[in-house]
Each structure stands twice: as C-alpha cells, then as structure tokens.
C-alpha cells in the first residue's frame, strides 16, 4: 500500500479503537483491558492474512469496510 493510502487506513484505525473503547468484552489474558486499536490491527492481519501496509492498494475499500465491521461487531 503506498504511504498515502497506509495513512488513510492508520486514521480509519485509530477512529475505529476509539469507537471499539471500553466495548470489547473482557478477556482473561487482558486483566487491565484490551487495546482496541491492536485489537483491530490484529484483526486485519488476520482477515487479509497480511499488515495493513502491505495490502494492496485496489484492495483499500475492502479494508475499511472490514474495519467497519469490525466496529458494528466488537469481538
């Protein structure tokens, strides 16, 4: 993903970890919280199989519909 398009996408990530902020529910291995801004970086690497940099670039759409997703559905 070239440096314009990878921007966009951090700043889509960083509205979505603060939306997803105190709405994931706790889990055992996070006694003080979750991060939701890693929670939703994870979650694109594990959908895309790749970091969000690495993605291509016609592929950005998908991405930030998945990070919407991701918002509707705090898991």
Same mark, same amino acid.
């Given at each position: 993903? @070239?440096? &314009? @398009?990878a921007k966009i996408v951090w =700043? #889509? %990530?960083q509205k979505a970890g603060d939306d997803l902020q105190g709405k994931l529910p706790s889990h055992? @291995?996070?006694p003080?919280?979750?991060n939701? #801004?890693?929670?939703v970086a994870l &979650?694109? =690497?594990t959908h895309f199989q790749m970091t969000y940099k690495? %993605?291509?670039d016609e =592929? %950005?759409?998908?991405?930030l519909e998945y990070i919407d997703y991701l918002k509707k559905n705090p898991s």
């Open positions: 993903m @070239n440096s &314009e @398009n =700043k #889509y %990530i055992p @291995n996070h003080k919280g979750r939701p #801004y890693a929670h &979650e694109i =690497k690495d %993605i291509p =592929k %950005i759409d998908q991405v």
